[in-house]
């Protein structure tokens, strides 16, 4: 089945530790999404890609990166992670087409020590 | 710029009973309308969504929304709550253009008493 993929599932760094969540899917799709949910909150947008081209949301901090080095996979970095940075991260992909709906992965819960 | 209020962020259901969750938008023109649900520690899960056909719109598990331009809501319903619908369910808007982002409403957790 076609599907967006997120690994690890769970990950756990230190604080200031460099982690990388991974975001891949077969869905062949133009544009895809790192969100940020912390506990009982909406999902908060960090950044997307629509193809090659990035865009940051406003409010994102600069501690996050992301990069996509080709249709299928997507990379979300934090340079140095604080405690204000365990959340869940969702990645979602979209066709850039028609009707906006998003297919969204499991997610990848982080905890930092 | 688009906005989406949900009404309560806790509901509390009995089995069998009736599931209603509100939700109504802020926008110049209808836009798309979407309800995601969150089993915990999983990701969105689309429900169903409205994109300009009928106003009335089915979904998957049982649930429906309705549409209503005048009271700018998307309401969503299921006539009889099991306890599997227990999760946590997010009302998200959309412009009419392609590719454009989602704007979330602040999510309702549903509880389902046996």
């Known amino acids: 089945d076609a599907m967006v993929i997120q690994n690890p599932r769970y990950q756990v760094t230190q604080f200031g530790k460099p982690v990388t969540l991974s975001c891949s899917q077969t869905l062949n799709h133009n544009v895809m999404y790192w969100y940020q949910q912390k506990s009982s909150q909406a999902p908060k947008l960090l950044f997307h890609?629509?193809?090659?081209?990035?865009?940051n949301e406003a409010d994102t901090p600069d501690n996050f990166q992301s990069r996509r080095p080709n249709t299928s996979f997507c990379f979300l970095d934090i340079r140095s992670p604080g405690l204000g940075d365990a959340a869940m991260y969702l990645c979602?992909?979209?066709?850039?087409?028609?009707?906006?709906?998003?297919?969204f992965g499991p997610g990848t819960r982080l905890t930092v020590l | 710029a688009q906005s989406v209020t949900q009404l309560g962020s806790h509901v509390s259901v009995s089995e069998g009973a009736l599931v209603l969750l509100r939700c109504n938008y802020s926008s110049s023109v209808p836009p798309y309308l979407f309800w995601y649900v969150q089993y915990p520690n999983q990701g969105l899960q689309l429900l169903l969504k409205?994109?300009?056909?009928?106003?009335l719109v089915k979904g998957i598990n049982g649930f429906e929304a309705e549409f209503k331009k005048s009271e700018t809501s998307f309401h969503l319903t299921k006539p009889s709550a099991h306890m599997s619908d227990a999760a946590e369910y997010f009302c998200?808007?959309?412009?009419?253009?392609?590719?454009?982002?989602?704007?979330f409403g602040g999510g309702t957790r549903v509880l389902v008493k046996p």
């Open positions: 979602a992909t979209q066709t850039g087409g028609t009707y906006n709906e998003q297919f």
């Open positions: 998200a808007v959309s412009p009419r253009a392609a590719g454009n982002k989602l704007t």
């Open positions: 890609y629509y193809d090659k081209d990035f865009n």
């Open positions: 409205y994109t300009s056909a009928a106003t």
